[in-house]
Nanobody, 115 residues
Framework: QVQLVESGGGLMQPGGSLRLSCAAS????????MGWYRQAPGKQRELVAS???????TYMDSVKGRFTISRDNAKNTVYLQTDSLKPEDTAVYYC?????????WGQGTQVTVSS
């Protein structure tokens, strides 16, 4: 089993920045892709960014140039640097990890962007 714990969410004004972290523990050998999803009220969960073990990244179009995903394999931790935040970025952000065809989720961290 893999446990994922997110941190770093909070309330931020538009244009501000937050850094989200997600630490994996348990049986972490074999984790390949790690990513961040978000879900706003009344909307479906959507993929924000992902990174594989080699560091190859993908981003949803609306966050390209503003968000940066990174990964420290030695610490089994994935980060999401969110810059130039907009009100539409408000959502619960979930960490995700894939290991041998199984998907694991964190409990989520709330990001609220409001003046």
């Amino acid at each position: 089993q893999v446990q994922l714990v997110e941190s770093g969410g909070g309330l931020m004004q538009p244009g501000g920045s937050l850094r989200l972290s997600c630490a994996a523990s348990g049986i972490v050998f074999g984790i390949t892709v790690m990513g961040w999803y978000r879900q706003a009220p009344g909307k479906q969960r959507e993929l924000v960014a992902s990174i594989n073990f080699s560091g190859i990244t993908t981003y949803m179009d609306s966050v390209k140039g503003r968000f940066t995903i990174s990964r420290d394999n030695a610490k089994n931790t994935v980060y999401l640097q969110t810059d130039s935040l907009k009100p539409e970025d408000t959502a619960v952000y979930y960490c995700n990890a894939e290991r041998f065809s199984r998907t694991y989720w964190g409990q989520g961290t709330q990001v609220t962007v409001s003046s």
